[in-house]
T-cell receptor, first 112, second 113 residues
Framework: GEDVEQSLFLSVREGDSSVINCTYTDSSSTYLYWYKQEPGAGLQLLTYIFSNMDMKQDQRLTVLLNKKDKHLSLRIADTQTGDSAIYFCAESKGGATNKLIFGTGTLLAVQP | KAGVTQTPRYLIKTRGQQVTLSCSPISGHRSVSWYQQTPGQGLQFLFEYFSETQRNKGNFPGRFSGRQFSNSRSEMNVSTLELGDSALYLC????????????FGSGTQLSVL
């Protein structure tokens, strides 16, 4: 199957940590991505993880991958108002293709 | 280095017309792919091109077509527009056609009246 599920909405206070979750169904996915979309803009690649990794950290971002449960999460430390956006996870089988299967998107609202 | 450039930014058409959208990838990138974003269906893959060849195609009717030129610039065309074609059309480029890093443009917002 090609369904990638995310919760629709997350609200946090500025300075707290945010955790956005994603469940995918294709166990053969090779790369998993997190993209950010601000109003009226395209998609900004935040980070990605290869399927043989469990965790990847990049400054305030931490990605956790549980391949057994097909669960991916993005943790944003010290969340700022500028982090308010829609976050999409996406999966790819890798190789010679740019076809990504995107999740439904999670709207992150950061309260000052 | 300039990012992915899509033109026009906004477009209004009426049913039955056709439309052409343009995408200029990041300099040096040889792969271009297109996605449709709607509130109901989310982000869906349309097609991708690498070195002027269509390499993969999503589940869209034949009214949706595209091409890539020798300078890697790409166009997509939608013929006989329907109301349901109203969407944000996003173009993405990558260096080698492997999905490790895919960079998106700001999109073309198409409204069909």
């Amino acid at each position: 199957g090609e369904d990638v599920e995310q919760s629709l909405f997350l609200s946090v206070r500025e300075g707290d940590s945010s955790v956005i979750n994603c469940t995918y169904t294709d166990s053969s996915s090779t790369y998993l991505y997190w993209y950010k979309q601000e109003p009226g803009a395209g998609l900004q690649l935040l980070t990605y993880i290869f399927s043989n990794m469990d965790m990847k950290q990049d400054q305030r971002l931490t990605v956790l991958l549980n391949k057994k449960d097909k669960h991916l999460s993005l943790r944003i430390a010290d969340t700022q108002t500028g982090d308010s956006a829609i976050y999409f996870c996406a999966e790819s089988k890798g190789g010679a293709t740019n076809k990504l299967i995107f999740g439904t998107g999670t709207l992150l609202a950061v309260q000052p | 280095k300039a990012g992915v450039t899509q033109t026009p930014r906004y477009l209004i058409k009426t049913r039955g017309q056709q439309v052409t959208l343009s995408c200029s990838p990041i300099s040096g990138h040889r792969s271009v792919s297109w996605y449709q974003q709607t509130p109901g269906q989310g982000l869906q893959f349309l097609f991708e091109y690498f070195s002027e060849t269509q390499r993969n195609k999503g589940n869209f009717p034949g009214r949706f077509s595209g091409r890539q030129f020798s300078n890697s610039r790409s166009e997509m065309n939608v013929s006989t527009l329907e109301l349901g074609d109203s969407a944000l059309y996003l173009c993405a480029s990558s260096l080698t056609g492997v999905t490790e890093k895919l960079f998106f443009g700001s999109g073309t917002q198409l409204s069909v009246l």
